[in-house]
């Protein structure tokens, strides 16, 4: 067979096929397909001939049909059905080709997966893709790892099948081995984040105003008109406003409340907890996901004693309330997640470019929003910024939102209605903004129980009281 094709595809389910449909309809390309069982590989080359696909039944025929470096971007379940495909693909490729994994991958195991590979000579990049199955299809924004080699080759085909954002694909070689998955991840914290928040919106309007879907469906409609102008608040008016087939109810009330997840926030939350980074208001969203998927204990509890919910005075007032909450502490959880993207880089000495980050995240992803160029410009002002949310943009929008923010967060309070994102994100404000925190308590605390030691403000040293003696302080060496 001739070696025809410039770029191969490993995996045709929804969003493989439409990756390889999204290459293939670019000027240039012409794109190699394989799939474990060739039925999947022929329903694809049945429905889009357009493509010019050319398939392949077995791996040794995937490798001969590409043009070298072969470049084949892996779309299969994360997991051992990658590792599986990774190491077929190593047997047949040679030294200096290419191995992409697209799929939602753990950036650990991308690190691991990435070593192995380049012993053989072989590039591994881990990429991720986000944009769901549209995305796929008509221009994602991806976000790869791996060596500058395989950028070489791989960048302008990236780019060539990316969403545009400004006139600028939505693509950066993000970092080397796992900082491109390292980065996905990050993007789906935040995707947790911003998906509960709008739902706490939501729930705090529906609960608070007695407002039917429809109507709360105009609202995030005007909503999207301003700052929080966003996919996800678009997505969400078209949610709300569709009504049952079967019932005539609006869809939004006959889905079942417990929400799914397959981890990609667990793994967000996960890794900050090692890197000692507080992203509270990604972990509340996770945590939100299983309190509802708990139906035996939310039944056990649903006699638990509550407040009488007061009745919202002025509607319209409330409303543009929830949406300055709403808008404060999204901000907040893009702070969390780029400071999560800081200590990884740190950790794993990649070389991140925040705001590139923010560029990339403009187009074809799930939490692409107006406020990323915000963002980029804010890491363009001051690149060694140490907190997002203390950039000059973000304080002005943080003056003229806290307000409404608090009134919303205690309103929700006295009311009974959770609202756990937005409280933890105005609590994790208040703590970054705090002279002084309890934390000094907790010191004391630790030095009382466990002689774990103290530092003070007005000496240099390390301390520790003699609590069950004298009381006196003396001058220790810390080693707890
Ligand atoms: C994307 C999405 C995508 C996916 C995740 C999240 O960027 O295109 O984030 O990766 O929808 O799997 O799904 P869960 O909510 O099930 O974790």
């Given at each position: 067979m001739a070696a025809e094709a410039n770029i191969g595809v490993v995996g045709m389910a929804v969003m493989g096929s439409n990756l390889a449909r999204n290459l293939a309809s670019r000027e240039g390309n012409t794109v190699a397909i394989f799939n474990r069982s060739y039925e999947k590989t022929q329903t694809v080359l049945d429905a889009h001939p357009e493509a010019k696909f050319i398939p392949a039944k077995d791996y040794a025929e995937f490798a001969a049909s590409l043009s070298k470096p072969r470049t084949a971007i892996i779309m299969v379940q994360a997991g051992k059905g990658t590792d599986a495909v990774i190491d077929a693909l190593t047997e047949v490729f040679e030294p200096g080709d290419i191995i992409v994994d697209g799929g939602n991958a753990l950036f650990g195991d991308t690190i691991r997966r990435e070593k192995a590979v380049r012993e053989t000579g072989i590039n591994f990049v881990g990429a991720g893709i986000s944009g769901g199955e549209e995305g796929a299809l008509l221009g994602p924004s991806i976000m790869p790892g791996g060596s500058d080699e395989s950028w070489v080759t791989l960048g302008p085909i990236l780019k060539s099948i990316a969403a545009v954002a400004e006139g600028e694909p939505c693509v950066t070689h993000v970092g080397h081995d796992g900082a491109g998955h390292f980065v996905k991840m990050i993007h789906n914290g935040i995707e947790y984040a911003d998906m509960q928040l709008i739902a706490e919106a939501y729930d705090l309007i529906r609960r608070g105003t007695g407002k039917t879907p429809t109507e709360i469906s105009d609202i995030f409609t005007e909503w999207n008109k301003g700052e929080l102008e966003s996919y996800l608040i678009e997505i969400t008016a078209e949610v709300l406003k569709q009504v049952d087939a079967?019932?005539?109810?609006?869809?939004v009330d006959v889905i079942l409340d417990q929400a799914g997840s397959k981890g990609t926030g667990v793994w967000t939350v996960q890794t900050a907890l090692d890197l000692g980074i507080p992203v509270s208001g990604i972990a509340e969203a996770v945590f939100a996901r299983s309190l509802s998927s708990k139906p035996a204990q939310r039944a056990a509890a649903a006699e638990l004693p509550g407040p009488s919910s007061p009745a919202v005075g002025d509607v319209d007032a409330f409303i543009e309330d929830v949406r300055l909450a709403l808008y404060a502490s999204k901000v907040i959880a893009y702070s969390q997640g780029f400071d999560a993207i800081v200590a990884g880089a740190e950790q794993y000495n990649w070389n991140i470019q925040k705001g590139e980050i923010a560029k990339i995240w403009r187009g074809g992803c799930i939490i692409r929003a107006r406020f990323l160029n915000r963002i980029t410009e804010a890491y363009a002002e001051?690149?060694?910024?140490?907190?997002?949310?203390?950039a000059p943009f973000f304080v002005d929008v943080m003056a003229s939102t806290q307000d409404a923010w608090r009134r919303v967060v205690s309103g929700a309070a006295q009311s009974g209605i959770p609202t756990p994102a937005f409280s933890s994100s105005l609590a994790y404000y208040d703590g970054l903004r705090a002279?002084?925190?309890p934390a000094a308590l907790v010191q004391g605390q630790r030095d009382f129980f466990g002689a774990h030691t103290y530092k003070r403000v007005d000496k240099d040293g390390t301390f520790h009281t003699l609590w069950s003696g004298d009381r006196t302080e003396i001058e220790a060496t810390d080693t707890h």
């Open positions: 079967s019932t005539g109810a609006p869809l001051n690149p060694g910024l140490v907190a997002l949310v203390t002279d002084r925190l």
